[in-house]
């Protein structure tokens, strides 16, 4: 029971950077633009979060901000290289990746953040309603990302869904040649999904260092970019199973501690490949089930170009 | 249809030129409109009609020249400032997202203000013009989901909610049924005598000479000429739109053979459930032309890609003289068993853009081993055969062997094509419209060789949406409707009775 | 009546298609966009305290001058070469082979597992181990190339999950049964010397030189000359043409990507047989991307992967002696690989459009 207890309380941690990464990547890939860089920029963000920690003083909330900041700035390059340039976005998202792997490793040498602990930002206490038996450490002993997570989750869906924005993002990742001919600004919009899809996978590496590992080590990401990039074909683009998938994560990354920790010997190894295996799983399941590629964006992965030659 | 329109025009546009890059699309065009008439643009494929409307709804930018709307020179910038301006265009190739219903579509380029409230009040816009012009459609449906005359209805109410006086409707019935096209025109009159000015880009002369006010003939991006459709003829309008009067006449088989391509009680059901191709049974002997007529949409793209050995039938077989049952062979054993293919999307299925000229018409040969071992392609023969091709089917715009592919235009295309699909001598041909997109000397140049192929014993089948094209090639006829042969003409056949077996 | 207003004065910026620039033309724009990305690199590196003439010196004259850094780099350009070869195989199936690394890692453990074991006579024992790593390779690659071929799961995630799934597996095997028990250390024991590759005379260039030349010429001949290669052109050109021409399209796709898996299998036991002598944890690490964006500069081109991989040893080796000499982290040579590519993929833009300024 008490294994029940500590495995469900932990969840919501380790489901969070997923949630938010996922969200970011819908908000860019739902604008057309496929973006393999995820694990660029959830390591920028990663990197900044404890950076702004380690090397400024103890503000986690900011600290996060500035994860997302540094990596909607990495970002505009790559809203550079695809939307306006026009470059192979499969291409484009590697060198992200790699560009970013280079940059945070020299960046948080020459700086000094490298193995440094922090005190990140810890759980929030709601006085009685945490006491309750049961109940009240998982659904009252998180952090508050944990909670700003399900609100942002709610007005992201609001916005995508019922407003006029939303309707145009969601136009130019179907259709740009419809967006283009009423009138609306295709790279413009699809710049802006980038930048914010951006943002939330680099808050989505800030929790990482921020509130679950508190120190910054080269690749502490460990593919969960990746992962993120998988979930988004499982969630098929839908906010609803964008969070499902996220906690399906969650708790599979949650139960691995656990099974150590009460004695249940595994080759440690083989642990370890848990998550990827299952991934692996995930999509095979969820493309046997939806027959294919559906869901996506129809114009996901192709640049837009208004031809003016018949 | 004729009725007394405003004699000052509405809209002029003067001197017109563009250019893209090298090539001179519109040169001193002169155009005008009058206030509530039906304006037909008639010309061929790459006369300039849909340029010149493109200027006029703001796509394009005129390199010189000008618009003048009712009195007032005005300047064209973009699609919104001729939105603004009243004008509206329908294109050919749909501007919608499919997964979007059709009210979310018309709310993306009408503009309503905040979505929720907003919408709401368009949707009450978009009904009372639904009444206005005698529409049905279904406002929450996704797009995706509609007929292709349906989703016509949507652009077309985009157009008249966002406020259009002006509505551009650019090769409107290429799509339709003649049920639909029917309906269609009377929609258009509606709008006419409502004082909407209609411009009608078509190269249909039947359509221009029936419903419209005024016709402006196109040639080569120049104006030929402005006529009422009462004051000419038939004759003397072609002669106006290709420049001369090319007449093809039919050619029948001198003689034909023992049957070669048998067609048994072939099913498909299609994914949606419905039966796309129903107990098709017929057979084409060597030495003839076998065309099936027929509507776009009634099964035509299924027989062809099952033809092709890309689908798998349900139920059914296919024999091919002297190779027995051949339903179940893949593509490549039956084009080994002597199947050609000419399919209707080239640019799609029978050509690589990346690929030079001569490898792509090589590259049958090529898979057929004609062309060295697997150690070694011969380039030097490859080379040397394909510039025999291209004199022998006169593929026109080659200026060496190496070009890539992408470079060819239309016909030239096609021609390169069946350069390639005849090289290996076929006993059957597969012609799904052969002639789509091509203008009337490149549709000779592909009938003849058809015909050659079928004077040498290969027997044809030629599946086109043209009704001209099937009747004026084919020995025999079959009428596809849903999904089904529905009736068997030998030519000299009677046109009304086909017409009839097709639109039942 | 007001004055007709012409259409000037309001300029409009539209994106044309160009006409096809010649080979020479592209050729020089790919090398201005090499040279700057390179020119931004060193801005870098001289910020971070390197001079210029010390960048000068370690990448320019004590490569070419010294015979033992020339030789290092050729060395090092092996490996690098024969990954470029295997993205690039695969790519010219549309097939984007991000799991190079983990088939390279099972290259290896097919290799090792010879090696340790014994197997065979020893003359053969290097050949023996080189058909085990290709086999090894094409083991790992199998699954996402069928996932892909029956399934149309995206290959790039796939793959790459695979590269996770085999570095804990080798991470178990290290730490695990097959730690050198000699040392302890996390890596296996050392090659017989029969199992190294056998010098050639000159420094340390070694046999596995000869090998990745041959690949080269393989390739070249496989992608220009054979009739397979054609095939694959076909496919690279238009896959639904390929396939109306009675291409079968999944089998041409699964023998590309078992070449790719081969390649990256052999190229793992280069590593091991040829440089480290023995399995190491980290021995992959880089290569991945490396070969991929070998291939990508090198559009494919197996003499262009040729050229490239040497560039690209060149800069491993002179970040190397920056790492020893002015304490710069080795990712810096990742970054500034990161910016050329950066830099070419970049002026593709160039090549292919045109901003044309209306009136």
Redesign the interface.
């Known amino acids: 029971m008490e294994f029940l207890v500590f495995w469900l309380s932990n969840i919501p941690s380790f489901a969070a950077p997923f949630a938010l990464g996922v969200l970011g990547m819908i908000i860019c890939e739902r604008s057309g633009v496929l973006n ?1 860089g995820a694990e660029g920029f959830v390591l920028v963000g990663a990197m900044s979060g404890a950076g702004l920690l380690i090397g400024y003083g103890d503000f986690p909330l900011l600290a996060l901000v500035v994860s997302g900041a540094c990596a909607a700035l990495l970002g505009v390059l790559f809203g550079l ?1 695809v939307a ?5 976005q ?3 998202g ?2 992200i ?3 970013a ?6 960046i948080s ?2 700086m000094g953040w490298v193995n440094k602990p922090f005190s990140g930002l810890g759980k929030l206490d709601f006085g009685l309603l945490s006491d309750i038996p049961t109940i009240g450490p998982i659904l009252f002993g998180q952090d508050l990302v944990v909670y700003l997570t399900v609100l942002i989750y709610f007005i992201s869906f609001q916005i995508i869904n ?3 924005l ?3 993002l ?2 130019v990742g ?2 740009p ?8 600004n295709v790279t413009l919009l699809r710049f802006g999904a980038i930048v914010v899809g951006a943002f939330f996978l680099g808050v989505a590496g800030g929790y990482l260092t921020v509130v679950v590992s508190k120190i910054w080590v ?1 690749g502490i990401s460990g ?1 969960r970019g ?1 992962i993120i ?2 979930l988004v ?1 499982f969630a098929r683009w839908r906010l609803w199973r964008a969070m499902v998938g996220a906690v399906l994560f969650g708790c599979i990354e949650a139960l691995i501690p656990r099974l150590a920790a009460i004695g249940v010997q595994l ?4 642990v ?2 848990l998550p ?2 299952v ?2 799983l995930v ?2 399941w969820s ?2 089930q939806s027959g ?2 559906e869901g996506a964006p ?1 114009a996901l992965g192709r640049p837009y ?6 | 249809m004729q009725h007394i329109a405003e004699q000052k025009s509405y809209i002029k546009m003067e001197k017109i030129t563009k250019s893209f890059g090298g090539f001179l699309a519109l040169d001193n065009v002169n155009f005008d409109l009058r206030r509530g008439e039906i304006h037909a643009l008639l010309g061929e494929n790459g006369a300039g009609k849909s340029s010149l409307m493109n200027v006029l709804a703001g796509h394009y930018a005129p390199d010189s020249g000008q618009v003048i709307l009712a009195g007032n020179a005005v300047d064209i910038t973009g699609p919104s400032e001729a939105r603004a301006l009243g004008v509206g265009m329908v294109h050919q190739h749909y501007k919608l997202v499919k997964t979007f219903s059709a009210l979310d579509n018309i709310a993306l380029t009408v503009p309503h203000g905040a979505y929720l409230p907003g919408v709401r009040n368009l949707r009450s816009k978009v009904v009372t013009k639904m009444k206005e012009i005698g529409f049905e459609l279904d406002l929450d449906r996704p797009v995706g989901q509609l007929s292709v005359a349906e989703q016509q209805r949507v652009e077309i109410l985009k157009v008249l909610v966002g406020g259009a006086s002006i509505i551009i409707l650019d090769e409107p019935t290429a799509v339709l049924t003649d049920e639909e096209s029917t309906g269609f025109f009377q929609t258009i009159e509606k709008l006419s005598d409502a004082g909407t000015s209609v411009v009608l880009v078509t190269h249909k002369l039947r359509e221009a000479v029936r419903y419209s006010d005024r016709i402006t003939v196109m040639r080569g991006g120049r104006i030929v000429d402005t006529v009422l459709p009462g004051d000419i003829t038939d004759d003397q309008l072609i002669k106006l739109i290709v420049g001369e009067v090319i007449t093809e006449m039919p050619e029948l088989s001198e003689s034909m053979g023992d049957e070669k391509l048998s067609l048994q009680k072939l099913n498909l059901a299609s994914v949606t459930g419905v039966m796309a191709l129903k107990d098709i049974t017929f057979n084409i002997r060597a030495g003839e032309i076998y065309g099936i007529a027929g509507v776009g949409g009634n099964g035509q793209a299924e027989l062809a890609m099952l033809l092709m050995g890309l689908i798998e039938p349900d139920s059914g077989t296919i024999n091919l003289a002297g190779h027995g049952d051949i339903t179940r062979l893949c593509t490549g054993q039956r084009r080994r068993c002597g199947l050609v293919f000419i399919p209707a999307d080239r640019q799609r299925y029978a050509l690589a853009g990346e690929l030079s000229v001569a490898e792509n018409y090589a590259v049958s040969g090529i898979l057929r081993h004609e062309y060295g071992g697997w150690l070694k392609v011969n380039r030097r023969l490859v080379r040397r055969l394909a510039a025999a091709a291209i004199e022998d089917f006169d593929v026109q715009g080659v200026r060496h062997l190496n070009q890539n592919a992408a470079i060819l235009s239309g016909g030239n295309a096609q021609k390169l094509v069946i350069a390639r699909e005849f090289s290996s001598l076929p006993s059957v041909v597969i012609a799904h419209s052969p002639s789509r997109g091509l203008d009337l000397r490149a549709s000779a140049a592909v009938h003849e060789q058809l015909r050659r192929a079928r004077d040498t014993g290969a027997a044809v089948l030629l599946i086109s949406e043209d009704l001209d094209e099937v009747m004026l090639l084919s020995d025999t006829i079959g009428v596809i409707n849903r999904g089904e042969i529905v009736a068997e003409f030998s030519s000299p056949a009677d046109r009304q009775k086909i017409g009839k077996a097709m639109v039942h | 009546m007001s004055v007709a207003k012409t259409l000037v004065g309001r300029r409009r910026a539209n994106l044309e298609i160009r006409e096809p620039m010649g080979l020479l033309a592209k050729s020089l724009v790919l090398l201005v966009s090499v040279l700057i990305g390179l020119a931004v690199s060193v801005c870098i590196l001289i910020a971070s305290g390197v001079s210029a003439s010390d960048l000068w010196n370690e990448f320019i004259v004590y490569i070419v001058t010294s015979p033992k850094n020339l030789s290092a780099v050729l060395v090092q350009s092996v490996p690098l070469m024969i990954a470029g070869l295997a993205a690039a195989v695969a790519f010219r199936a549309r097939f984007w082979n991000i799991g190079i690394e983990g088939q390279m890692i099972f290259g290896a453990i097919a290799a090792t597992y010879i090696a340790i074991n014994d197997l065979g006579p020893e003359p053969m024992r290097l050949v023996l181990m080189f058909m085990a790593a290709a086999i090894g390779g094409i083991g790992w690659i199998l699954l996402p190339a069928i996932l892909k071929i029956k399934l149309n799961i995206n290959e790039i995630i796939s793959t790459l999950l695979m590269n996770y799934i085999a570095f804990n597996f080798l991470l178990h095997l290290l730490y695990g049964s097959w730690r050198d028990p000699l040392s302890g250390f996390p890596n296996s024991q050392q090659y017989d010397a029969l199992e190294v590759f056998p010098l050639l005379g000159w420094q340390s260039l070694n046999f596995s030189m000869v090998i990745s030349l041959f690949l080269v010429l393989f390739v070249l001949w496989l992608f220009i000359f054979s009739r397979f290669g054609f095939v694959l052109k076909v496919l690279h050109g238009n896959s639904e043409m390929a396939r109306s021409l009675g291409i079968r399209i999944g089998l041409v796709v699964l023998l590309v990507t078992a070449l790719s898996g081969a390649l990256s299998g052999i190229c793992g036991f280069v590593i091991s047989a040829g440089i480290e002598s023995r399995m190491t944890q980290s021995f992959f690490v880089g290569f991945g991307f490396s070969g991929i964006l070998i291939a990508f500069l090198a559009r494919d081109n197996p003499i262009g992967i040729l050229i490239v991989s040497v560039l690209f040893a060149t800069l491993v080796i002179g970040g190397q002696s920056l790492q020893v000499f002015y304490q710069i982290p080795f990712a810096m040579v990742q970054l500034i690989q990161a910016i050329i590519v950066m830099c070419v993929a970049g002026s593709e833009f160039f090549i292919r459009y045109r901003i044309a300024i209306l009136r």
């Not at chain 1, 040649?177 to 609306?184: H, I």
Request: hydrophobic share 50%.
């Open positions: 393999l290289l306006t340039l026009r470059v192979n499969v291409i484009a590697l060198i990746v790699f560009l792997q280079g940059l945070t490793s020299l040498r020459n019922k407003t006029n939303g309707l145009m969601r136009a179907e259709s040649e419809a967006v283009d001919a009423a009138g609306g080269d593919g990746w990039i998988a074909i080759p440690q190894y083989f370890l490949m990827y295996v991934t692996l999509m095979v493309n046997v294919g590629r129809s170009l208004r031809e003016e030659r018949h």
